[in-house]
């Protein structure tokens, strides 16, 4: 079935510094989207993307989606200790409505 | 809007003993999913609805977990009986179908913390 992997699982930044977080899926999909979640939250959504090789901006967010549509990528630029917690993609495939969830990349920021 | 609810908050419960979770969608949504939650598997995608109707269950772990949905405003998730193994945050989340495609975010309730002991 449709799996949908992460990398890094974690990362400590210190704060200003960028963070990357990697999304790749083993099969095509349809669009993809990233969610923030707080610890003890629940995950929240930041984007959709849905062209290939579409590239949004969201202040300090640039989120990319592949060219083939099986993977895409979050950057943070000078981070802030507001952006702690996890971040993951969900890809929805072709035909169908189901949303899976990467594996997350959680993100700690030292003041 | 009050966003998704869920209840209850927290549940521990004792091995064997039947579980129900309960959520109310946002009003209009037309897709309602039901997601668990661990440190081993992360979340995981156990069943969604369309208009009510269960679409895909492929993700229920077994057949002691089952799903209803017998309105547009409230779906339940059931395990009998339970297992510590199904200890986890059990999260429903809903959307609203949109033409193209172009704006499909779930919004998550705030989750169920399940504990069987």
């Known amino acids: 079935g449709q799996q949908v992997m992460q990398i890094p699982q974690y990362q400590h930044v210190q704060e200003g510094e960028d963070f990357t977080t990697y999304c790749n899926s083993s099969?095509?999909?349809?669009?993809i989207q990233w969610y923030k979640q707080r610890p003890g939250g629940h995950p929240v959504f930041l984007i959709q993307l849905v062209k290939s090789g579409e590239v949004k901006k969201q202040k300090r967010l640039t989120f990319q989606f592949g060219e083939a549509k099986k993977n895409s990528s979050l950057h943070i630029t000078a981070t802030q200790t507001t952006d702690v917690g996890t971040y993951f993609c969900?890809?929805?495939?072709?035909?169908?409505?189901?949303?899976?969830f990467g594996t997350g990349t959680r993100l700690k920021v030292l003041a | 809007d009050a966003g998704v609810i869920q209840s209850p908050r927290h549940e521990v419960t004792e091995m064997g003993q039947e579980v129900t979770l309960r959520c109310k969608p946002i009003?209009?949504?037309?897709?309602l999913f039901w997601y668990r939650q661990t440190m081993m598997r992360g979340l995981e995608l156990l069943i969604y609805?369309?208009?009510?109707?269960?679409?895909?269950d492929s993700g229920m772990p077994e057949d002691r977990f089952s799903a209803k949905m017998p309105n547009a405003s409230f779906s339940t998730l059931k395990i009998q009986p339970s297992e510590p193994r199904d200890s986890a945050v059990y999260f429903c989340?809903?959307?609203?179908?949109?033409?193209?495609?172009?704006?499909?975010?779930?919004?998550f309730g705030s989750g169920t913390q399940l504990s069987v002991l």
């Open positions: 099969t095509t999909l349809s669009n």
């Open positions: 969900a890809g929805r495939a072709r035909r169908t409505y189901k949303y899976i």
């Open positions: 989340a809903s959307s609203l179908d949109s033409l193209m495609g172009t704006n499909e975010k779930l919004f």
């Open positions: 009003s209009g949504h037309d897709y």
């Open positions: 609805f369309n208009n009510n109707v269960p679409i895909d």
